[in-house]
């Protein structure tokens, strides 16, 4: 060390350190009815087929907030609607693949950061997710892969 200069010390942290919490939250879906994600959820387990269409309200995005949503039952001949809290927006990319080895693999939803909604067309298979991320206050950022029986089984959006 040069003559006249002083080292500084090490930042100290006071009070006990944790890590945040990878999917602590999980809130696991098994009805058949329109509900809300809960402000503390990070983990959604969608368990049910449900027998009509069905909004999935959104928790407010909040700088920081993630969710992971994943199928743990087929989603057969009904839609899910992921519906942004008041005056929240999603933007992003979902990608979709058919099951099985056939054309039309891979298409890519393009979800402009002016999306209020996400529908989730049926014949989406077990283990397909979507996770939303908030970077900024009232806005998600989505990315996902959505596993469908059939090629036009992509997600529309509003």
Not at 139 to 146: C, D, H, M, N, Y
Request: aromatic fraction near 6%; hydrophobic fraction near 45%.
């Amino acid at each position: 060390m040069a003559q006249g200069t002083q080292q500084k010390a090490p930042a100290r942290f006071e009070g006990p350190i944790t890590a945040p919490k990878l999917y602590g939250g999980v809130q696991r879906e098994a009805g058949d009815e329109a509900f809300t994600i809960k402000e503390d959820t990070t983990l959604l387990v969608l368990a049910s087929n449900v027998s009509s269409s069905r909004v999935v309200t959104m928790p407010t995005a909040k700088k920081g907030r993630h969710f992971k949503a994943i199928w743990e039952v087929e989603q057969a001949g009904h839609n899910r609607v992921f519906t942004a809290a008041g005056s929240d927006a999603i933007g992003g990319n979902i990608t979709t693949k058919k099951a099985g080895n056939a054309a039309g693999d891979g298409d890519v939803v393009a979800v402009a950061l002016s999306t209020v909604a996400i529908t989730v067309v049926d014949d989406v298979n077990i283990g397909s997710y979507l996770e939303f991320y908030c970077a900024v206050d009232g806005q998600w950022l989505v990315l996902g892969e959505l596993i469908v029986d059939a090629v036009a089984s992509v997600p529309t959006l509003a």
